[in-house]
């Protein structure tokens, strides 16, 4: 480290360290930013794997690959994964990267605990695999983990919850860190009405993360004490109920579905104006959809239970708040569209990605208000149709924004151009292949073929051979992605500082790449 | 965290302090509006007899108590170094401690380590054997500048 | 509002059925076969139609910006941002089109709700991995498996028409009958799915939720557990015999006869060679989906029986799991579920099958008398 030491001899350079252990001992925002990315690549594609191998297994009827129980073992593994190891700490790494540029903001308020908030994640990440080779098997009770099925698994269920635990306590840390960044570190003049629309919708994620991640804890708590210390909380033979379970899971794990949804809202509402050239229409009424939707999914948890048996008066309660979404989503999608009308578009790659996004989202929102009409919810219920619905907001939907952010401000990250021709194909690979694999499995829905089935009854063997090889279009092109970021990183032509000719905000203003510590005086917002 | 450095006819002060864009009252609304949903949900579900949400709730507040303390606390530290003629003087509150020191410009010398990997920099001056550390507010970059400028002070 | 949605959903549903004629339902629900599911097939008609107009109308505007303002076209930047008037519009005109849909939506709602007056009610339990019927004003009681043989799903033998979608007893009903369904569940969560019967509700354990459906064809209606329910979720078919009164009567009638048989197989008793033919049977359907054909079981997961210490040690402790199962494991009590014989049977096949070679066995008295004649009450039939 002695280069360090002397580096106020010569004022260019700032030496900083290097080796494993800057990693594990790194506060700065940028560095744990792309250890969030990196980690979530990894995480995509171990649950990738585990999703072709599920399409592989579906191909035909019959058991070819996989056992049953093995079969559900990947299901599961491949929805907590995703969830928790892959679109979440994303975004996380999106917010830490790109908040502190964006309120020009030297580091995030908390940076030791935001080095704590990353390193337990990977902890929790290998607890997770690693149950895989376990006696018994990784957990396969899905990964809405509802008991008494829950109650029934080996010791990898233990460890499931505890690594449920970690990611929690990592996702608390994480979440605090970015509201007071938020709160207390913008820059003189930058109001809060004023804040860039993906932190925004970071601020809006951390508030639904802090008020609901509580709630996931005590519920795998109580999981663990009745699968291990003779608790009943869900055991109706002791006088509980196994019903509660799913409306304390649903009650956090609804707005968990807008924590996986709303940075991408952001994203996308970043990228739109830069390519078309022209400011986001109605900023103020995209703040108050985004504000409303959080507030909304506190009350509709339980249209995930229409099938429970609860009263009409429920059922109708749950039916009409969530059909309520529909009205600030839609304006959500009318605001972008407006955003293009009328611009002056080019269409990158970053571009291609988020019209995608609002063209596919909006499609996962359509079946998410059919979804929303109870009689016809009862009826799609964990078929197909469900599976196809989230996956077009969880991938079309969450994920396709994510690369749309990567590669937009993969230029401001690396100081280098990514390159366009191969992200395009990433772009097409992934959007037609994304398609073939989901599309069909609205219909396999509608015609009553169940999800997390390893086998099929014979009339549903066309969809699901369509399914099975947009699949595996689908996840190879993904590996043309990880070429593109590491070329990037390598080399390519330089970045300008403002990389896009359409692009606004304060993080455009520092070089490319943005040196190690931005704004050591604060800039001033007019 | 800004610093500014005046330099009137003869004295050099350089002054910083961390950023805080929350006043008190906001900082007091942003931290009940955080805790009342997470205590309020967890109270109802405990009263429907599923209590154990109840102490994943405590932590989670208590945590975040901290970090509002933290923030509120943060609010009224400084930072203020003096260079005038050869009067050296250094005053600071930092983590609740006031402090004072006076030194002679002619015995100060000043120390830049950035040892710890991933670490920020340290900046200390040193004079009659005892380190005090300045520029704790500043950025890695910053902290450099400001040592690189200490030094030609001192040479003059 | 009301009349335009009810024109336009009949409209869609006939546009539907036409496309459907030839593509057999493939890209729409399934043929409803009762009022609820016929209620339910056009309501998302009509909200897909809605849909798909709203989809054209903003993605038109969508792409139509798409093509012709963009900059290789050179059109310049507008820098409009904000349009209150815009803003109001675009949030009410969505929200009278929900109230479109919810209205139709609530009717349904309320009607498949409504349980009262039923002609005939029938308890259905789930375990893992079958269906448990009761029929509470006729007496009859009957599980019903999955009949398609292991060999098809192994993939080796040519798969049948119903693959997976067929069991050895199926659930029949008289046409016309307004059905009761108090379902409730054994082991873990489950749910009863009919689609053409439009009738689905989870099976939970320790409740009983209620649904209903009133057949209108005589016909074979299929469907499948929608709730994971652990390993053999997927095979565990639902069938449903819809037959004419007449029918019904006589099925009735047959399988009262035989419940009377397996009455009197609990109180005779078995040779050996007896028990051991008819355990397989009972084990295969009961016992093989875990414990596996060749009674090894799968290591971590399920115990093997061959060379067990209970399948090898005394005959008490051996009939006292099968009876009362293990708690917080997947093995169930069967006590409830086999009758004296059954259980006897299964206990003395497991005993000598495989490398058990024990050679006592178990006689259906001594399961009675294991019982206690207390709460481990014999179920009526099987």
Redesign the interface.
Known sequence: ?SD??H??DD?GH??????I????????HK?IGSMYLWFALIMLFAAGSMALLIRAELFQPGMQLTHPDFFNQLTTMHGLIMIFGVIMPAFSGFANWQVPLMLG???M??PR?NNWAFWILPVAGLLLMSSFLLPGGAVAGGWTMYPPLFIQGGISYDLTILAVHIMGLSS??GS??I??TI??????G?TLMKMPLFVWTWLITA?LL??????L???V??LL?DRNFGTH?FNAAGGGDPV?FQH?FW?FAHPEVYILILPAFGIVSQIIPTFARKPLFGYASMVYATASIAILSFIVWAHHMFTVGMPAAAQLFFMFSTMLIAVPTGVKVFNWVATMWKGSMTFETPMLFAIAFVCLFTIGGFSGLVLAIAPVDIQLHDTYYVVAHFHYVLVSGALFSIFAGIYYWLPKWTGHMYDETLGKWHFWLSVIGMNIVFFPMHFLGLAGMPRRIPDYALQFTEFNQIATVGAFIFGFSQLIFLWVVLKAIRGGEKATSKVWEGAEGLEWTVPSPA????????PVVK | ???VAQEPARAFVFHSSP????TRT??RL?FW??AG??FG??MA?AA???W??????G??IG??AW??D??RERERDFETLTIDGDAVVLEWRHARQCGRREMNRQWMRVE??????????RLRVRSHGRDTEVGQF?????R??L??TL?SKLQV | MRKTGTRLAAWATLLSASGAATADYAYNLQAPASQIARDVFQLHNWIMLVCLGIFIVVFGAMFYSLIKHRKSVGHKAAHFHENTTVEVIWTVIPFVILMGMAYPAARVVIDMKDTSNPDMTIKITGYQWKWGYDYLNEGVSFYSNLSTPREQIENTATKGEHYLLEVDEPMVVPVGKRVRLLITANDVLHAWWVPALGAKQDAIPGFIRDSWFTADKIGTYRGQCVELCGKDHGFMPIVVEVVSEEDYAKWVAKKKGAADVAATDNTRTFDTAELITRGQKVYEANCAACHQANGMGLPGAFPAISGSKVATGPVEAHIDIVLNGKPGTAMAAFGGQLSDADIAAVVTYQRNAWDNKVGDAAQPAQIAAARGGSEAAAPAAQ
Do not use: K
Not at chain 1, 183 to 188: E, G, K, S, T
Not at chain 1, 515 to 522: D, G, K, V
Not at chain 2, 19 to 22: I, K, N
């Open positions: 480290m360090a030491a580096a106020h004022h700032h030496a900083h360290p290097t080796g252990m800057r990693w594990l001992t790194t506060t700065n560095d903001a030297p580091d308020a908390f605990m608390i840390m605090i860190n509201i007071t709160l207390n570190m913008r820059a003189p930058l508030y802090i008020a609901t991640m509580p709630v804890a005590g519920a708590t109580m004490t909380f509660m304390i009650f040196p190690y510590h931005t704004f050591e005086t604060a | 965290m800004e610093g950023r805080s864009s929350l906001q900082a942003a509006a955080l949903v997470s949900v967890a579900f429907l007899g599923y154990p949400i109840l102490p994943f709730a932590l989670e945590i975040l970090a509002f933290a923030l830049l380590d950035c040892a710890g990997p991933g670490r920020a920099c500043l950025s890695d970059d910053a450099q500048q040592a690189a030094r």
